[in-house]
């Protein structure tokens, strides 16, 4: 399978020019005192929407209109923040947008998806529920991760991190169906071969690790985890040939270790980012990941769409 190349990836920053945040990377000492390492944090928390989601959504419809032309509308599924993304891309250039979201998605996303206007429908069958309201009303399905020109938007996140700082040593990413990871590792692997690209995932949501391990891209049980924006319910062909090419190593943190890890990051960063943000931090902090004494270490925050109910948990 073809995987996503350097001219792909600079294609993709023209795109997104002007149409994203080029987000901070920002250090984080108070963690890398704790750690004995020298981390900075990726925050795509700040970026449009609230995660990184908006690059990836938005590079692939603009890379599919050129090739075919704008479409009527778009149709995605999603448990949150790329329902929120496609939303954000439809008002933009003005297309009806339809998202389907499991009923027990997190409120505040569902709300943000209908305050930027798109029609939600909440169901359980996400895949076949999207692909038949794309083929009843004409609108293009807009896939949440497994699409190279999706993968190349993510992309650009490992572009400006190498940009805006000093080469690290590792690259630490939080993994639901792949896209962050695969573009991220596309992008820091073609000009620091030697930095290691290492996933994190929830051991409740692992549809990544599993498909590593088994060859069968999903699990057989629905994936849950308080880190709700990794909860994919399978892994990509297109990610999951990213994943084995370029990505050094995929790691499962426990459930209950994901909470105390969002508390300390937010305390120590600052950042009011989601609990899939946390999960790198709590690999580091239960040794799942190599690392040597004063490693540059980055930290890609994925998002910020925090439930309010949820807030209390950081009490």
Partial sequence: ?????????????????????????????SLGAELGLRISVKAENLQHTGSFKARGAMNALLARAEREGMPAGLVAFSAGNHAIAVAFVG???????????????????????????????????????????????????????????????????????????????????????????SGIAAAVKEASPATRIVGVEPDGA?????????????????????????????????????????????????????????????DATKLLVEPAAAVTLAALRAGLVTVAPDDRVVLVLSGGNVDRSRLAALG
């Fill in 91 to 181: 008002r933009a250039f003005g297309l009806p947008t339809v998202v389907c979201m499991p009923p027990a998605a997190v409120p505040s996303k569902v709300d943000t998806v209908r305050r930027l206007g798109a029609e939600v429908v909440l169901t359980h069958d996400l895949l076949d529920t999207a692909q038949g309201l794309a083929a009843e009303r004409g609108y293009h399905l807009l896939p949440p991760f497994d699409d190279p020109d999706v993968i190349a938007g993510q992309a650009t996140i490992g572009r400006e991190l190498l940009a805006d700082g000093p080469v690290p040593a590792l690259v630490l990413v939080p993994v639901g169906g792949g896209g962050l990871i």
């Fill in 1 to 29: 399978m073809r995987l996503v190349t350097g001219d792909d990836i600079t294609a993709a920053e023209k795109r997104l020019d002007g149409r994203v945040v080029r987000t901070p990377l920002l250090a984080a000492p």
């Fill in 206 to 266: 692992n549809a990544m690790s599993y498909a590593l391990r088994t060859g069968t891209p999903t699990p057989p049980v629905r994936p849950a985890s308080v880190a709700d924006g990794l909860a994919a319910p399978f892994a990509g062909r297109h990610t999951l040939a990213h994943v084995r090419a370029l990505v050094d190593d995929v790691v499962e943190v426990p459930e209950e270790s994901i909470l105390p890890a969002w508390s300390d990051l937010v």
